[in-house]
């Protein structure tokens, strides 16, 4: 016999009535749960001796207690309206593997949790290169990276336009299996930090192949200058990566912000080439945004791209000689490459090690006082006319040399703009320029080329950058 309508209706109310009741318990088991972002878990490595900032989400109004393995100390804390909490602990020096547990209505151990250095290392497609790509002697290197105090996290990508909470990844330990496919060049800077520092080494990697600097800078930092806001619509339609600017700063540093870091490397600058000439500025801006993120002017250590004959004529080196030009931002340091990558038909130099390394070096001088790794390129100064000769200043030029008989490479020129080669002579740290052509010589500019080789190098055998004085 079927069921009259009436009693189809009170079966409906009950499944109804059961899938409400169903539906809440989910729900409320699911904000009751205690829950981190991705990068606080096991294996991560937490900043050393420094107030943290750790972060969560609950459910409304319940208390979260949390025990630090190294000291045992239990901090209390409660959860907002918002169904946020956030408490702030204090790290001790380098050490572990320690634990932290989480008690609220559920319970999270994190294990395996080393105290040392953090570093972000983002950009492009050189930062996201792995010897698994193709590095100089990568089977070598896969096979003897074991090292289990380097931690290694890996950003997925996620491209937004409003700001993200939260990011995918997870910790992973150094291994032969896990290095293969990460930054070549932020795993050699953890690597170089490692030996020299000894202490735990913790890499979270945030990069996209193809991406221009503006997607990742904030976008009121884009459209509150009016020269970066133009210089942005010159970006060409890419089909791998977003050109909207701010989207990769939303969805994958604005989220890890803000975690206690010690700084930043970045390498990228090949998808700027079309409007190479503002890129300084909006460099500027973006590092500006990334310490405003973190409310801390953290250090900014980059890599200058290399030498590459398929860019458009004097592209390729405007981008290098703005990348220069960033050096005047504070506590901001750059590598030079022209002298270790090799064919410049390759836009991914396989030589990541020196890379990671001359990055490393820079973070041990400029931020950890270790004097001895100096790799600070000789880069231009200052100009001044006397007569007919001009003469060039230059800062970490100590010992500068030329590996030529003649010295080569620059140019100079009158108020016409018009550049001529120079003869050149090196006086100390600076060079003196005559030419027959430019009687009253104004201005004068070095390896300017997209494809130009070292040519002259400071007493460490570190290249003098390109530079040009009328751009």
């Known amino acids: 016999m079927w069921p009259s309508y009436s009693q189809k209706i009170k079966h409906m109310k009950k499944i109804a009535v059961i899938v409400i009741l169903c539906s809440f318990c989910f729900v409320s088991s699911m904000f009751a749960n205690i829950s981190l972002p991705s990068f606080f878990s096991s294996n991560m490595v937490l900043q050393q001796n420094a107030d943290v ?17 190294w000291d045992d100390t239990v901090y209390v804390t409660k959860t907002l309206s918002d169904s946020t909490w956030q408490i702030q ?74 700001k993200q909470k939260n990011v995918q990844g997870r910790w992973n330990v150094c291994s032969p299996q896990t290095m293969a496919n990460f930054s070549a060049a932020a795993y050699f800077f953890a690597r170089e930090l ?28 884009i459209f509150t200058n009016r020269k970066i806001a133009d210089a942005s619509l010159k970006l060409k339609d890419n089909k791998t990566c977003t050109t909207i600017p701010g989207q990769l700063y939303n969805g994958m540093i604005a989220p890890l912000a803000p975690l206690k870091i010690k700084g930043f490397i970045w390498y990228q600058g090949e998808a ?40 458009e004529p004097e592209t390729g080196v405007l981008l290098q ?60 100064r200052s100009k001044k006319v006397q007569g007919k000769k001009l003469i060039v200043y230059f800062d970490n030029a100590q010992g500068l040399h030329s590996k030529f008989k003649i010295v080569e490479g620059f140019e100079i020129a009158g108020n016409d703009g018009n550049f001529y080669p120079a003869q050149a002579k090196i006086v100390g740290t600076s060079v003196e320029l005559t030419s027959k052509q430019v009687p009253s010589p104004v201005h004068v500019r070095f390896a300017w080329s997209n494809t130009a080789r070292p040519l002259i190098f400071n007493g460490l055998d570190i290249p003098l950058s390109c530079f040009n004085t009328k751009e």
Request: charged share 20%.
């Open 53 to 69: 900032l750790i972060w969560g989400w609950a459910i409304p109004d319940e208390e979260i207690k949390i025990q630090i393995g």
């Open 89 to 162: 602990i204090q790290t001790p020096k380098a050490g572990g593997p320690y634990t932290i547990r989480f008690q609220g209505y559920n319970s999270l151990l994190l294990q395996n949790i080393l105290i040392g250095e953090v570093w972000i290392c983002a950009g492009g497609s050189n930062m996201e290169w792995s010897a698994k790509m193709g590095i100089n002697n990568a089977d070598r290197e896969i096979a003897a990276a074991n090292y289990p105090e380097i931690r290694m996290f890996t950003v997925a990508k996620q491209a937004s336009g409003v």
């Open 272 to 311: 700027n080439v079309v409007n190479a000439r503002t890129y300084d500025l909006l460099m500027a801006a973006l590092i500006e945004g990334w310490r405003d993120a973190w409310d801390e002017d953290l250090p900014f250590y980059f890599v200058q791209i290399a030498p590459y004959d398929k860019y």
């Open 321 to 380: 000689n703005s990348q220069r030009k960033n050096i005047r931002v504070m506590n901001t340091a750059m590598v030079i490459t022209t002298d270790i990558t090799g064919d410049v038909s390759n836009i991914h130099p396989p030589n990541k090690q020196d890379i990671g390394k001359r990055l490393a070096h820079l973070a041990l001088e400029h931020t950890y006082a270790k004097t001895n790794f100096n790799v600070n390129p000789p880069v231009y």
């Open 194 to 221: 490692q030996k020299e520092l000894n202490v735990p080494i913790g890499i979270i990697q945030a990069t996209w192949p193809e991406s221009a600097a503006e997607v990742w800078t904030p976008y009121d930092a």
